[in-house]
């Protein structure tokens, strides 16, 4: 696999990068889409709970997207939280079989929508919290083992469970051949389409430098400039503190707007391999200036732009 060059790897103790962060809350969210915390518990009668309902932004539930449904489990604990004062959290955790060829998902996703007035082809950002809470180990040689944070319509709405020519934004993590047990971390990829829908490529793939560690908090945030079918992301390690921030990258498809369906997850083709996860935080909403500010984007239109990649 051929990848890019990662030229933007920070450490957060750096002084700018401190001293932009203390500007400002990053990825303030917009008061019209509500936040999903599970702070709410485990549930359907409310938008914060897991499967939780529709409202507020979102347009239903949380999905599980696991053809094999009786070995995947997903909770809302509060025993181990993200981050200090964190509160509830949602884990997820799967039971694989031990054939090369089972083929098996544990995703979960959610789909938002512009029911508060955020525009699904105007400028915002996505975020959340992830952390991998169990050594991976097993047959992890195999290609299409890894972790999937993405938005791809059907994925929500269908019963889809990968990455395709209509996906639009994908971070990615191969595990590697041992885990991530101290010797064998990999690091996160994120897919730089060329907004055509055309054959997926490896060779578009950007390698961030930020390694999966077991039991580090990552935080993620999506900037999306659906207009011109770009991206850009964010990557911090909140137990490290580091920070990475990538360049301008393009959707796979053609399509100028978001879908809004969100998938999160593991999927395992190799066969034997029993991941237990957490996620946080999710948030959709416009970007703040200052958020802006910091990733190196310039203002336009009397309100926010994007900077274009260098033709």
């Given at each position: 696999?051929?990848?890019?060059?990662?030229?933007?790897?920070?450490?957060?103790?750096?002084?700018?990068?401190?001293?932009?962060?203390?500007?400002?809350?990053?990825?303030?969210?917009?008061?019209?889409?509500?936040?999903?915390?599970?702070?709410?518990?485990?549930?359907?009668s409310s938008v914060d709970q897991f499967a939780g309902t529709g409202?507020?932004?979102?347009?239903?539930?949380?999905?599980?997207?696991?053809?094999?449904?009786?070995?995947?489990?997903?909770?809302?604990?509060?025993?181990?939280?993200?981050?200090?004062?964190?509160?509830?959290y949602l884990s997820v955790s799967g039971s694989s079989g031990t054939?090369?060829?089972?083929?098996?998902?544990?995703?979960?996703?959610?789909?938002?929508?512009?029911?508060t007035g955020l525009a699904l082809d105007a400028y915002h950002e996505?975020?959340?919290?992830?952390?991998?809470?169990?050594?991976?180990?097993?047959?992890?040689?195999?290609?299409?083992?890894?972790?999937?944070?993405?938005?791809?319509?059907?994925?929500?709405?269908?019963?889809?469970?990968?990455?395709?020519?209509?996906?639009?934004?994908?971070?990615?993590?191969?595990?590697?051949?041992?885990?991530?047990?101290?010797?064998?971390?990999?690091?996160?990829?994120?897919?730089?389409?060329?907004?055509?829908?055309?054959?997926?490529?490896?060779?578009?793939?950007?390698?961030?430098?930020?390694?999966?560690?077991?039991?580090?908090?990552?935080?993620?945030?999506?900037?999306?400039?659906?207009?011109?079918?770009?991206?850009?992301?964010?990557?911090?390690?909140?137990?490290?503190?580091?920070?990475?921030?990538?360049?301008?990258?393009?959707?796979?498809?053609?399509?100028?707007?978001?879908?809004?369906?969100?998938?999160?997850?593991?999927?395992?083709?190799?066969?034997?391999?029993?991941?237990?996860?957490?996620?946080?935080?999710?948030?959709?909403?416009?970007?703040?200036?200052?958020?802006?500010?910091?990733?190196?984007?310039?203002?336009?239109?009397?309100?926010?732009?994007?900077?274009?990649?260098?033709?």
């Amino acid at each position: 696999m051929k990848m890019k060059k990662n030229t933007h790897i920070r450490a957060a103790s750096k002084t700018a990068i401190l001293a932009s962060i203390a500007c400002f809350a990053f990825g303030t969210v917009s008061a019209d889409i509500l936040p999903l915390r599970f702070d709410d518990g485990n549930g359907t009668s409310s938008v914060d709970q897991f499967a939780g309902t529709g409202g507020d932004g979102w347009a239903g539930g949380w999905v599980s997207r696991n053809p094999q449904t009786d070995n995947m489990t997903t909770n809302v604990v509060n025993t181990n939280p993200l981050t200090t004062g964190g509160g509830n959290y949602l884990s997820v955790s799967g039971s694989s079989g031990t054939s090369g060829n089972d083929n098996r998902f544990y995703n979960i996703g959610r789909q938002y929508n512009d029911s508060t007035g955020l525009a699904l082809d105007a400028y915002h950002e996505v975020s959340f919290e992830f952390r991998l809470d169990s050594v991976i180990e097993g047959r992890l040689s195999h290609v299409n083992t890894y972790f999937n944070f993405m938005d791809r319509p059907g994925t929500v709405t269908g019963d889809l469970n990968d990455f395709g020519g209509d996906g639009r934004w994908l971070i990615r993590n191969y595990p590697g051949t041992a885990g991530p047990t101290g010797t064998g971390q990999a690091n996160f990829l994120l897919y730089d389409g060329e907004k055509d829908g055309g054959g997926f490529n490896t060779d578009r793939f950007v390698d961030s430098g930020v390694t999966l560690n077991l039991e580090d908090v990552y935080r993620f945030t999506i900037l999306l400039n659906p207009e011109e079918g770009e991206w850009q992301a964010r990557i911090q390690n909140l137990t490290a503190n580091t920070d990475y921030l990538s360049d301008v990258l393009g959707f796979r498809t053609d399509a100028t707007s978001a879908s809004g369906e969100l998938l999160f997850g593991f999927r395992d083709r190799s066969g034997g391999v029993n991941p237990t996860y957490s996620f946080d935080n999710v948030t959709v909403a416009i970007p703040e200036p200052g958020t802006l500010v910091l990733l190196g984007i310039a203002g336009v239109a009397g309100l926010i732009g994007f900077r274009r990649r260098k033709r």
